[in-house]
C-alpha cells in the first residue's frame, strides 16, 4: 500500500503563486508518470500536469508558461509550483499516479485565487 498527501494549497490574489507538494509513503521510483488533477466547484475532475519517470512533462494548454510540474526522488515528493494564478485556477488539486495495477489518489489540497 502507499499513500499520497498533498500540502500547499490556500488562498491567493489573482497573480500570486502557490507551490503545491505531493509526498508519497513509498519510494516515488517505484510509480510510473506522477500527475496532477483538479476539480473546481460542480464541475469534472481535469487533468493539469504529469511528469514520467524520466523526468519528461507535460501540460493541459490552459496552464502551459505558468505551472511547473518537478519530482524529488531523494524526498519522495512531487511539486506543483503555479505562478500568475488566476480565479478560473480556484479548485481541489490532487495528486495521481499508478504503482503497479493500483491507481493511487491524495486526498486533495485546496486552492483559492480571489481578490
Known amino acids: 500500500q502507499a499513500q499520497l498527501v498533498e500540502s500547499g494549497g490556500g488562498l491567493v490574489q489573482p497573480g500570486g503563486s502557490l507551490r503545491l507538494s505531493c509526498a508519497a509513503s513509498v519510494s516515488i521510483f517505484s510509480f510510473g508518470a506522477m500527475g496532477w488533477y483538479r476539480q473546481a466547484p460542480g464541475k469534472q475532475r481535469d487533468w493539469v500536469a504529469t511528469i514520467t519517470s524520466g523526468g519528461s512533462t507535460y501540460y493541459v494548454d490552459s496552464v502551459k508558461g505558468r505551472f511547473t510540474i518537478s519530482r524529488d526522488n531523494a524526498k519522495n515528493t512531487v511539486y506543483l509550483q503555479m505562478n500568475n494564478l488566476n480565479p478560473e485556477d480556484t479548485a481541489i488539486y490532487y495528486c495521481?499516479?499508478?504503482?503497479?495495477?493500483?491507481?493511487?489518489w491524495g486526498q486533495g489540497t485546496q486552492v483559492a485565487v480571489s481578490s
Open positions: 495521481n499516479g499508478d504503482r503497479g495495477t493500483v491507481n493511487y
